[in-house]
């Protein structure tokens, strides 16, 4: 049973963006080009990103945490940035940093879902693999969109000076909780971080709505 809670957990980690990029296209219509930029774009700034990090000193766990967070705090956030403001320049409709957050989602999503797979036939899984995976990738792409959403809004309504910065503390916040802080309490304050920065998106894309001239 722990091997299929493996093969499903694996499963929900590399089909589950796919699944929701299909959802999110035929539901609102929105165009599908920003997510595979997203994936590409990912794979150049996780290298050099991990290269920085590799040098980090280990011996003092906060101080190593801290860095971390706020390394790929700016790399990540700072490359949606780049992306949407520079190179995305025709995909300026609000549905777009959706699209383009599920595809950075599915990148990180890669690595944890081959980790699943990789633990079948070695009785080295837990029982709530699956569960817990699952929860993980909600709350994974939840967390990655919203960011996108709020980088989007700042360069949509001129508000990048506050909202670019912004998205790099959550950023920093979210993966410092996550790394350092490997508590049972840990799992809410990531939770009630993610739930937060999921109301702002919201309230950030409503307030597009004019601008993109749909209801959605």
């Not at 944890?112 to 699952?134: M, Q, S, W, Y």
């Not at 960011?147 to 360069?155: K, N, P, Q, R």
Request: glycine share 10%; with cysteine.
């Amino acid at each position: 049973m722990t091997d299929i809670n493996c093969l499903l957990a694996g499963l929900t980690r590399l089909l589950g963006p796919l699944l929701l990029l299909i959802f999110w296209h035929k539901k609102t219509g929105a165009r599908i080009f920003p997510a595979p930029v997203a994936l590409v774009v990912c794979f150049p700034v996780f290298i050099v990103a991990g290269a920085i990090r590799s040098g980090f000193d280990h011996s003092d766990w906060i101080a190593f945490h801290i860095q971390q967070g706020l390394l790929y705090g700016i790399f990540e956030e700072g490359a949606k940035f780049l992306v949407l403001r520079y190179l995305l320049t025709s995909y300026d409709d609000r549905r777009d940093a959706v699209t383009y957050g599920i595809g950075h989602s599915a990148f990180e999503e890669i690595g944890a879902g081959f980790a699943c797979f990789n633990l079948i036939g070695t009785d080295k899984a837990a029982p709530e693999i699956f569960p817990v995976n699952l929860f993980s990738f909600i709350e994974g792409s939840a967390f990655v969109i919203a960011t996108t959403v709020l980088i989007f809004y700042g360069i949509r309504m001129n508000k990048s000076r506050i909202m670019l910065p912004l998205a790099i503390l959550l950023h920093f916040i979210s993966n410092f909780i996550g790394g350092a802080l490997i508590t049972s309490a840990s799992m809410v304050l990531s939770l009630l971080t993610t739930a937060g920065m999921c109301y702002a998106a919201y309230r950030c894309y409503k307030g597009m709505e004019t601008q993109s001239g749909d209801q959605w």
